[in-house]
């Protein structure tokens, strides 16, 4: 017992000894016995060690129970309560306060030192001591588009251990409805075309609710004939795909379409985006009009179309008629397009477009398509006064007027290693109005 003592006598000596010195050399007492003193550091540290010692533990029943009951068809609400069973026989755990939710498949453990751990499927975590004052969550919505599903995200923070309940809204309509401990809610579902809005609400503790940020879901791809119908439908409406680009991401029959194809653009509401092809294949294409400005496309404006393959029939008694346009202005730009089928009109008549005009370049594309017309009628373009480069004709070109050529029947500019690979009944050769810009480099058969 002396001894004891004695030991003791030392050991506040040698504590005062070290406070003073502390305080010789210029230490305060918030050094000390501050939050982030040595005293204060030295009570953070063994709280942390507690809880890293009742984590563990707990990961350790848990894990456990789960490999005893691993070949056995047991219900996941029974082995929560077998964990539950193991935890309140466990010596470390007396006094503590035990909380099973079979619903969600939580539960809740609150140790006598008011530590509260939350167990789930595949997670064991500390949430917080009993007291402490939680955080308001903050939501945070993502999404993307991957071949044509729609994969949206949201993310909430400060909220390990809450019991969160998650709406879906898309275009302000509720879709879905979650409730779950997960910090993570991951929604997927097959995209249309088009554009929808979304939004995520989230009712956690004591019913408060948090708004995740809205999002914007743009979906510009096709894949099937219903894809393709939307986008002409939103171009005729009036939305020109201005900076924005429309991919093929599948081949498209629309020979089962009833009726006829209905252009994408018209004379008053025209495509100005990029409508990337991706080197897939639209078949099937049928159209029988009255109407003029007749194609898959019936008028482009400062836009793109390449990588594309057309196969098909456009027919009409009016004028500007092109497999792919009837007409393309502006700074638009046509780039390996492949034609196939039948083009027929009256003026301004081409495999490929009807007229195009412009700052553009018309190049890398070829026509197989039979091509008739009274005049303006080309293999290529009916009238093409834009820069044309590497273009080949393969289609036979009938026509009743003058200005009928193998590539195109007009231009004002060049045309540069193109070929006109036809032998029609007449002589078109390359371009019938203004032959010189067919130049010598150029394969004209007869």
């Known amino acids: 017992m002396e001894n004891e003592k004695n030991r003791g006598i030392t050991l506040i000596a040698l504590v005062i000894t070290i406070i003073v010195l502390l305080i010789l050399a210029g230490a305060g007492i918030s050094t000390l016995t501050g939050e982030g003193g040595i005293l204060g550091k030295a009570n953070i540290s063994k709280e942390e060690t507690l809880i890293s010692s009742y984590e563990e533990q707990l990961k350790l029943i848990w894990q456990g129970v789960k490999l005893e009951n691993v070949d056995k068809k047991i219900e996941k609400q029974e082995l929560f309560q ?166 093929m991401i599948g081949d498209v029959d629309l020979s089962e379409q009833e009726g006829n194809w209905i252009p994408i653009g018209t004379e008053g509401n025209v495509f100005r985006g990029t409508f990337e092809g991706n080197h897939k294949k639209i078949t099937g294409l049928h159209i029988n009009s009255t109407k003029e400005y007749q194609g898959l496309f019936g008028k482009i404006e400062d836009g793109t179309i390449r990588n594309l393959e057309i196969e098909g029939s456009v027919i009409t008694t009016q004028n500007y008629v092109g497999v792919l346009t009837g007409e393309i202005t502006g700074a638009g730009t046509i780039e390996n397009i492949k034609i196939g089928g039948e083009g027929k009109g009256s003026t301004y008549v081409g495999g490929v477009a009807g007229r195009i005009s412009g700052t553009g370049t018309l190049k890398n594309s070829s026509n197989y398509a039979k091509v008739t017309g009274n005049d303006y009628v080309g293999g290529i373009a009916g009238e093409g006064n834009i820069l044309i480069t590497r273009c080949d004709n393969y289609g036979e070109i009938q026509g009743n007027g003058k200005i009928i050529g193998g590539i195109c029947g007009h231009t004002d500019k060049n045309i540069i290693e193109c070929s006109n690979q036809r032998k029609n009944s007449r002589k078109y050769g390359g371009c019938r109005r203004n032959p010189r810009s067919f130049r010598r480099r150029n394969k004209i058969l007869f």
């Open 82 to 247: 077998k964990c539950k069973n193991e935890i309140e026989k466990d010596p470390n755990f007396e006094g503590s306060e035990l909380v099973l939710n079979t619903e969600l498949l939580v539960l809740e453990v609150k140790v006598k030192e008011g530590y509260i751990f939350r167990i789930r499927e595949n997670v064991v975590e500390y949430i917080r001591k009993e007291g402490e004052v939680s955080k308001d969550i903050e939501v945070i919505l993502t999404s993307e588009i991957e071949e044509k599903e729609w994969i949206l995200t949201a993310t909430v923070k400060q909220a390990a251990g809450r019991r969160l309940e998650y709406i879906l809204y898309k275009n302000d309509v509720e879709i879905q409805r979650k409730t779950t401990y997960d910090t993570t809610f991951i929604y997927k579902e097959i995209s249309e075309f088009g554009e929808a809005t979304a939004r995520v609400e989230v009712k956690y503790e004591e019913e408060k609710t948090r708004e995740s940020n809205e999002i914007i879901i743009e979906d510009y791809t096709i894949k099937t004939q219903k894809d393709l119908i939307t986008f002409q439908e939103e171009v005729n409406k009036g939305k020109d795909y201005k900076g924005k680009i429309v991919q």
